[in-house]
Structure formats: structure tokens, C-alpha cells
């Protein structure tokens, strides 16, 4: 896709603009073609702002312009990492086990959590004056441990084309947002893209040898797409209005209709992508020291996600 930088200022994240812009595409390669007509016929480019520290993830369908800042994606990586690595060691403690955060698990885990703090910390106080944390993890880190900095790259990406694709839905589905557009047409707004994004990733997956490892890592980045927008969403509460869908409405809304959930206990592998949204928003509640109610017990994670729909 074209894009504009407004101004030059350096960023560990200048090196992936190209694939971020790529993204859309490489999500579900057997669409190249077609997306790449769909966004000449509508002539669709993205702006790439600098110095906007408010979280920027918008388009507009009147000019064909997806809008984005370079501090939004900086700290959609660093969440990107944190969240990888939160997975993991989920996945390493097992169900039923408390992540402690003060506890030390090594050395990655620290780097993961100062790294995750930045991020918040610019979110929530919108500060532009300290710049990436030296010595913390960044895509172009070239002394950290180089395969997870590629595996964060690739599920950054992965979550990226996504995010560009829901942008893109908008604009091709003519959304056009101004002061008198009711709540419950934003709402729909909203419901559509999610749905003609997904629906893009998923319509016409191909049939090759091990399709569900394809399908798999859709699901995954798909997921982590949803979880992240949940968290921003969670940080930033106080100051929306409530015109956003409730991110755990769209968690549900996706993980139900393209993953679904089998409830048994041995949990199948293709089922993963429900556990990203429960580890993520378990820490950032666990993290405000809220709500003592989802502590369960939950048949299944669809559950869980029904209860904490009632915090957003
Ligand atoms: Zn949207």
C-alpha cells in the first residue's frame, strides 16, 4: 500500500513500515490480486503520523486514507512482545496457576515487563519525551536474542495485516462517521468491518497440506489483534465515550464463529487463539487489582470472556 511519513524521526520500527504496509497482503496471500485491484479501484493510501501520541488506528472512507502513528506502532510491537511472552509462560506454569508478576522469571520476562510498562505508561499519559527504552527489546534489535525478535516480528505482522484490513473494510464499505451518525450505527460499523476483515483471512483459505497450521496462525494473530485493542481500550476507559463496541463482544464474536470451543478439559490445539484474549486481559485486570467476580471457575473461556465484557 502507498503510504506518507509526515516528518522523519527515528523509530525502531521504521524498518518494518514496508512489511507493515505489505501486511494486508501477505495475511492471506491467495488474495493478493484481489486486494491489491480493491485498493487501486478505491485508491486507497495511509498516512503515517509522527508526533500524534494518542492511540491512532482510524480511516476515512471519503478520502481513502487510513491513518496511523508512528507511536501506535511502536507500542502495538512492544505489546506484540509482552504478550507473546506472557503466553508462554502460561503455557509453561499450566491452568490453575497464578503469574505473579513481581516474581522473577528471567532475565526475557524483566526486559518483557519494563518493556510493557513503557508502553502503558505512553498510553495512558500520552507523553511524546522519552523515546524507546535503551537496552528493552525493539524490532531492529540486533544484540537481543535474534529468534524473539523474528517470532515478534512475524506475529506483529500477522496482527498488522489484520488491523490494516478492518481499516480497509471501512473505507471499502463506505463508513462515514460525523456528529450526527448514531451509536448503534457506529456499532454496526464496526461489526462489519470486523466481520469483512475476518471474513477475508478465511473465505478462501487454501487447501494445501497441512491447511489447519495455516489456519492456526490466522486465528492466533487475528486473536492477538482483538486482545491488544481490548487492552488499549481497558487503559484508556475513562476517556471514551461509549461509542466503542465492547472488545470482549468482538472477542466473542470472532473466537465463536471462526474458531469455536469444544469445552473439554485437554483443550485442542486449534483452540489456542481463545487463550490469548484470557491470559492478556487476566494481566492488565490483575494489574489494577480488578475485578475479584472473574476469578471463576468457568466451564470454558467463552465464560470467562461473557463476565469480563461486564468490566469494559
Ligand atoms: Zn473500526
Not at 487463550?275 to 492488565?284: A, D, E, G, L, S
Request: hydrophobic share 40%; proline share 6%; net charge negative.
Amino acid at each position: 500500500m502507498k503510504y506518507t511519513i509526515a516528518s522523519n524521526v527515528e523509530s525502531p520500527v521504521n524498518i518494518l513500515i514496508p512489511d507493515i504496509m505489505a501486511s494486508p497482503f501477505r495475511i492471506a496471500p491467495e488474495r493478493q490480486n484481489e486486494l491489491r485491484s480493491l485498493i487501486e479501484q478505491r485508491n486507497i493510501t495511509v498516512e503515517i503520523k509522527s508526533n500524534e501520541v494518542t492511540f491512532l488506528l482510524e480511516s476515512n472512507s471519503v478520502d481513502s486514507k487510513i491513518y496511523l502513528s508512528l507511536p501506535t506502532l511502536e507500542r502495538l510491537w512492544a505489546y506484540s512482545f509482552s504478550y507473546l511472552h506472557i503466553m508462554t509462560l502460561f503455557l509453561a506454569t499450566g491452568p490453575g496457576q497464578y503469574l505473579e508478576f513481581g516474581k522473577h522469571y528471567g532475565p526475557i520476562v524483566e526486559d518483557m515487563k519494563r518493556l510493557l510498562l513503557w508502553a502503558l505508561d505512553e498510553e495512558r499519559l500520552r507523553k511524546r519525551d522519552y523515546a524507546w527504552p535503551k537496552h528493552l527489546p525493539n524490532p531492529a534489535s540486533k544484540s537481543y536474542y535474534p529468534q524473539i525478535i523474528e517470532k515478534t516480528n512475524e506475529m506483529y505482522l500477522g496482527m498488522m495485516g489484520w488491523i490494516l484490513l478492518h481499516e480497509i473494510a471501512h473505507i471499502n464499505l463506505n463508513h462515514v462517521l460525523h456528529k450526527f451518525t448514531d451509536l448503534p450505527t457506529r456499532l454496526n460499523y464496526e461489526k462489519a468491518a470486523d466481520k469483512w476483515a475476518t471474513d477475508w483471512v478465511f473465505e478462501k483459505l487454501p487447501v494445501c497440506a497441512q491447511p489447519d497450521n495455516v489456519r492456526v496462525w490466522r486465528t492466533i494473530v487475528v486473536s492477538l489483534a482483538l486482545s491488544t485493542i481490548a487492552a488499549v481500550e481497558y487503559h484508556t476507559i475513562e476517556e471514551q465515550s461509549s461509542d466503542h463496541p465492547n472488545p470482549a463482544d468482538r472477542l466473542l464474536a470472532f473466537l465463536t464463529n471462526y474458531v469455536g470451543e469444544t469445552g473439554d478439559a485437554q483443550m485442542p490445539l486449534h483452540e489456542i487463539s481463545w487463550i490469548i484474549p484470557m491470559v492478556v486481559i487476566q494481566t492488565h485486570f490483575a494489574n489494577r487489582n480488578v475485578p475479584e467476580t472473574l476469578k471463576g471457575p468457568y466451564a470454558g473461556i467463552s465464560d470467562y470472556l461473557i463476565e469480563a465484557r461486564k468490566v469494559f
